[in-house]
């Protein structure tokens, strides 16, 4: 069945360096994928939609790639900053039902001042 | 332009208990989402609609029920609480396939 994998352990990096957040996907390979920001108690919120037809895509600080073919997609934050600490998530939509989205654990990224 | 809205915030409930979680959204969205997510966990899918009149279910319904009754309200009907149903529940909404989903705050329920 399809399969998320994130990095399972929290992320600590320096103020100023790129985050890169890992995402991998398994028996399947999802037309577009979707990042998302979580802060503590709150709800997701959007980040980045890439589609499997696009290598990059970049919002202000934010890029995100997607390799068909290693069936992985990376999510890098470049001159991070302590309020870009949060829980990142991925998602793909389901296979043969793409109304829904299957979600990651997340990733936990700590951004030292 | 509110969004997506979810009431009540917390609620602590007694086992066997009922209760109604409401949501609704302002932005003509025709899909809705219910979800849960228990501590240090993914979210998971309870039930999903995509459009006022038809619903069905996610990876978790057992225990809950939902309806749709209009396209801005979404509500989740727990029936019998037990105390694995205590988690934070997201309502999303999204304008249809492949959209991006907009979350709510979240309910928080304990269920002693």
């Known amino acids: 069945s399809q399969k998320i994998e994130q990095n399972s352990e929290a992320l600590n990096i320096q103020e100023g360096k790129t985050a890169t957040l890992t995402c991998n996907y398994t028996n399947y390979s999802p037309a577009y994928l979707q990042w998302y920001r979580q802060d503590p108690g709150r709800g997701p919120v959007f980040l980045l939609l890439i589609r499997e037809n696009e290598k990059e895509k970049r919002k202000e600080r934010l890029k995100v790639t997607f390799d068909t073919t290693l069936k992985q997609s990376l999510f890098h934050i470049t001159a991070s900053q302590p309020a870009d600490s949060a829980t990142y998530l991925c998602?793909?939509?389901?296979?043969?039902?793409?109304?829904?989205?299957?979600w990651g654990l997340g990733t936990s990224l700590g951004v030292n001042p | 332009n509110a969004g997506v809205t979810q009431t009540p915030k917390f609620r602590i409930l007694k086992i066997g208990q009922s209760m109604t979680l409401q949501c609704t959204q302002d932005?003509?969205?025709?899909?809705m989402y219910w979800y849960r997510q228990d501590p240090g966990m993914g979210l998971k899918l309870i039930y999903y609609s995509v459009g006022a009149g038809i619903t069905d279910k996610g990876e978790v319904p057992n225990g809950y029920n939902v309806s749709r009754s209009t396209t801005e309200d979404f509500p989740l009907r727990l029936e019998l609480a037990a105390p694995s149903q205590t988690s934070v529940y997201f309502c999303a909404s999204s304008p249809g396939t492949g959209g991006t989903q907009y979350f709510g705050p979240g309910t928080r329920l304990l269920v002693l």
């Open positions: 932005m003509n969205h025709n899909y």
């Open positions: 998602a793909p939509p389901s296979a043969g039902n793409n109304r829904k989205l299957i």
